[in-house]
């Protein structure tokens, strides 16, 4: 799989989209889903030095790499956290911005999911989903079932929500 991303960036450099969705400078962030690692340099120079990313993962191995990559690279503001089933082990309202990318579509329970980030994510804090490798539509209705993000804005790559 880390062979796959690794092309799949060559194509479609993450930098560009973290660009684009309000991350600032002192932010709490959460990659949740952090795969290899493709967002965390990026998103690691965007919270600066009072920030903080989160870099969740249910895999070990993603976990592993993550957090050789953030030594090698110096990215002492990122935070590897291995996730157990849908518990990120993160306290409550806890980031400013959550970002799962690429993902969704392996989350089996997505209600479940989706209520671990309402958790974690501030009262005024934000989601930015895309679907993945599923339909938007089949994405829109699992957050409409979740009962507890509202879709605020739609864009071709990603959708912006706030917690209801």
């Known amino acids: 799989m880390s062979c796959t991303i690794h092309i799949r960036d060559r194509f479609r450099p993450p930098a560009r989209l ?13 990659d949740y889903g952090c795969g290899p690692g493709s967002y965390i340099k990026k998103a690691s120079g965007l919270v600066g030095a009072t920030g903080t990313v989160y870099a969740v993962d249910v895999h070990e191995l993603a976990v592993g790499s993550v957090s050789r990559r953030a030594r090698k690279e110096g990215l002492t503001n990122v935070v590897p956290i291995l996730a157990k089933g849908y518990d990120s082990t993160l306290p409550d309202a ?3 911005l959550v970002y799962a990318l690429d993902m969704f579509h392996m989350v089996e329970d997505q209600k479940a999911f989706l209520a671990e980030l309402h958790r974690i994510a501030k009262p005024n804090g934000t989601l930015i989903l895309d679907e993945g490798h599923q339909s938007r539509e089949k994405t829109r209705r699992a957050l409409q079932a ?10 071709g790559e990603y959708l912006r929500c706030r917690p209801r």
């Open 94 to 96: 806890a980031a400013d």
């Open 18 to 30: 973290l660009d684009e969705v309000g991350i600032q400078e002192g932010m709490t962030v959460v």
């Open 146 to 155: 979740s009962a507890v993000w509202t879709i605020e804005e739609e864009t």
